[in-house]
T-cell receptor, first 113, second 112 residues
Framework: AQSVTQLDSHVSVSEGTPVLLRCNYS??????LFWYVQHPNKGLQLLLK??????LVKGINGFEAEFKKSETSFHLTKPSAHMSDAAEYFC???????????FGTGTRLQVTL | SQTIHQWPATLVQPVGSPLSLECTVE??????LYWYRQAAGRGLQLLFY??????ISSEVPQNLSASRPQDRQFILSSKKLLLSDSGFYLC???????????FGPGTRLLVL
């Protein structure tokens, strides 16, 4: 079955240090993958999306993700964390049916001083 | 530009009462529309999606229903709420034939 797997349910980093949120996808997926961010009690905001044009995708707020077919991974990174980055992050895949998406279980990013 | 609205933002309802949540999209036509539920500490579950007026597909059996009376209006309803209906309900839209979905601000529902 098609799926995306977020390897960490919770990640804690210090402000100013790099962020790495990990996501693996099933190899049968079409190459459309997304990262969304959700701040507490808010809707989801699109950070970036991969659609096979380039393996390194740059998103908003300094985030980027690299599509690695050999590792079936789509990890999200940021060089330097800010306090405002504290939120829930979802890795999402496209099923190819009526624009339906499949969501990972989410990674909660905590940023400490 | 396109915007998506949901209301109410927060709702507290007794068990057995009816429910109506509304979602509207502005700035686009014939969008695909989606209802998701996010239970506390869990991911998103797709409840319904619609590719056009009056066309609703249900993803999971439940006591909820959805309707699309107008092109850019999507309504989530229930005749009798259960405790398990508590959660954060998100509406989303996408351009027909494309993958990216854009989410509304959500409605927090607490059933007591």
């Amino acid at each position: 079955a098609q799926s995306v797997t977020q390897l960490d349910s919770h990640v804690s980093v210090s402000e100013g240090t790099p962020v790495l949120l990990r996501c693996n996808y099933s190899s049968s997926y079409s190459p459309s993958l997304f990262w969304y961010v959700q701040h507490p009690n808010k809707g989801l905001q699109l950070l970036l999306k991969y659609t096979s044009a380039a393996t390194l995708v740059k998103g908003i707020n300094g985030f980027e993700a690299e599509f690695k077919k050999s590792e079936t991974s789509f990890h999200l990174t940021k060089p330097s964390a800010h306090m405002s980055d504290a939120a829930e992050y979802f890795c999402v895949g496209y099923t190819g049916t009526a624009s339906k998406l499949t969501f990972g279980t989410g990674t909660r990013l905590q940023v400490t001083l | 530009s396109q915007t998506i609205h949901q209301w109410p933002a927060t709702l507290v309802q007794p068990v057995g009462s009816p429910l109506s949540l509304e979602c509207t999209v502005e700035g686009t036509s014939n969008p695909n529309l989606y209802w998701y539920r996010q239970a506390a500490g869990r991911g998103l579950q797709l409840l319904f999606y619609s590719i056009g007026i009056g066309q609703i597909s249900s993803e999971v059996p439940q006591n909820l229903s959805a309707s699309r009376p107008q092109d850019r209006q999507f309504i989530l309803s229930s005749k009798k709420l259960l405790l398990s209906d508590s959660g954060f309900y998100l509406c989303a839209w996408s351009i027909t034939g494309t993958e990216t979905q854009y989410f509304g601000p959500g409605t927090r529902l607490l059933v007591l």
